[in-house]
């Protein structure tokens, strides 16, 4: 079981950037795949998460009306779409997948089992 981010880098604040969340050796079906991140010195916390079933979101205030979390059933992909970018998302973001849940729950960490490595997002001002 093996998760793997892909798409981050570098930005201009006000710049978009596309996550992708890719799994190997399982499927997304009855799951539920998240977006965390890690800022240095800070503790993890929630960005976005998707219920695979019904395409259910769940967004963190923070980046409610900037970033879209959406499915590609053909490529079998969750992707992140970050526009307007600030400063303050630069982090490094971890996708995870765990059983498909109620929606409160969609944005909490120990939903998740599996996590994959994470991809470095900065933000430059």
């Known amino acids: 079981v093996q998760l793997q981010a892909s798409g981050g880098g570098l930005v201009q604040a006000g710049g978009s950037l596309r996550l992708s969340c890719a799994a190997s050796?399982?499927?997304?079906?009855?799951?539920?795949v998240g977006w965390f991140r890690q800022a240095p010195g800070k503790e993890r916390e929630f960005v976005a998460a998707i219920r695979w079933s019904d395409g259910t979101r769940s967004y963190a205030d923070s980046v409610k009306g900037r970033f879209t979390i959406s499915r590609d059933n053909a490529k079998k992909t969750v992707d992140l779409q970050m526009d307007r970018l600030k400063p303050e998302d630069t982090a490094v973001y971890y996708c995870?997948?765990?059983?498909?849940?109620?929606?409160?729950?969609?944005?909490?960490?120990?939903?998740?089992?599996?996590w994959g490595q994470g991809t470095q997002v900065t933000v430059s001002s």
């Open positions: 050796g399982l499927t997304f079906s009855s799951s539920a």
């Open positions: 995870a997948r765990g059983k498909s849940v109620a929606y409160y729950a969609l944005s909490r960490g120990n939903t998740y089992d599996d």
